[in-house]
């Protein structure tokens, strides 16, 4: 009977505040669809989505021929971690706050003494750089410029293929100025050896022909004079073998390094939004009436009750 009494007691004390709670209601959902057509900004999304290209595609060994093996078009799960950490990086964030003046777009006072950090954290929830379910990277922004949110997305999309590009230019170079070095030394050692050749022949008389079968025939009176000739003759002709390989892989370096080609595969660039993203304004309105009708139903029954116990006191 108490509980009886109880749900009549709070169906005949909502019905009593009906037309308050309604007018509440009523109110409070208008209010929240004027607040969120001239208060609340608009904000679009735009994104774009890609994939790592294979880097080693272009080395010299793939490109002529010297690894057999299959090479995957796309990068793996490093290639992926690498791009996501350079998307996240403060270079990356902090280059695109100081081209395209984030502060001022996001109304920070610049003469603050923690301004980019503020600015970096405003920027940082409102990007992300993530990997989806079919191992592609997907990196998005939300602005209230529909322009300005695909133009930061293509930038910061050029800047991470321009820094992870470079990672691989700088090995490529190490290892080009490593063989350049060294073939400078070969032709330093073939030059000498060619000296010592010429010295040896006009000293001891040596005399050098061709046989019938191609073979080199070298004629001296003096023994050890021939062998000595013999020797750095075969020197000279292993480091210039060697100075000829070199170079041809130098070459074949200087091709390889020819390629500008991009290290993302981009499947999608970012394109201004026509339409917003948020706020969902019918959204607001239905959670804010919501919210505002339980609460009104809520302080009516706590209103009633408190007025009871007063009375009983």
Do not use: C
């Not at 009523?26 to 774009?48: H, I, K, Q, T």
């Not at 000829?244 to 660039?269: D, K, R």
Request: charged share 25%; no cysteine.
């Amino acid at each position: 009977m108490d509980k009886d009494f109880n749900l009549l007691a709070a169906v005949r004390t909502l019905i009593k505040w009906k037309k308050h709670i309604l007018i509440l209601t009523v109110v409070s959902g208008l209010s929240a669809g004027l607040f969120s057509v001239f208060v609340m900004d608009e904000w679009y999304y735009s994104y774009a989505t890609f994939y790592p290209n294979n880097m080693s595609l272009s080395d010299r060994g793939v490109l002529f021929g010297e690894i057999a093996t299959y090479i995957e078009y796309f990068g793996g799960k490093a290639d992926v971690n690498r791009i996501l950490t350079i998307a996240n990086s403060n270079p990356v964030i902090d280059f695109v706050i100081d081209s395209f003046h984030i502060a001022e777009h996001y109304e920070v006072d610049r003469s603050k003494k923690y301004w980019r950090t503020v600015v970096r954290k405003k920027f940082e929830k409102n990007y992300e750089a993530i990997k989806t379910e079919r191992d592609a990277i997907q990196i998005s922004l939300y602005d209230t410029d529909p322009k300005l949110a695909a133009d930061i997305i293509n930038t910061i999309l050029k800047r991470v293929d321009d820094i992870n590009r470079q990672h691989s230019i700088d090995a490529k170079k190490k290892q080009y100025d490593a063989i350049k070095l060294q073939t400078k030394k070969l032709q330093g050692d073939v030059t000498m050896y060619s000296d010592s050749i010429a010295r040896v022949g006009e000293r001891y008389n040596i005399k050098v022909s061709s046989g019938a079968d191609g073979t080199v025939i070298i004629d001296g009176k003096d023994f050890k004079a021939v062998q000595l000739y013999k020797q750095i003759l075969s020197k000279q002709g292993n480091a210039t073998r060697e100075l000829n390989n070199l170079n041809n892989i130098i070459g074949q370096i200087e091709v390889a390094n020819l390629g500008s080609e991009s290290s993302l595969y981009v499947l999608e660039s970012a394109v201004p939004a026509d339409r917003r993203e948020k706020p969902i304004r019918s959204l607001v309105v239905l959670v804010t009436v919501i919210i505002t009708l339980f609460v009104a139903l809520i302080s009516a029954l706590l209103f009633e009750q408190i007025t009871e116990i007063r009375k009983q006191l």
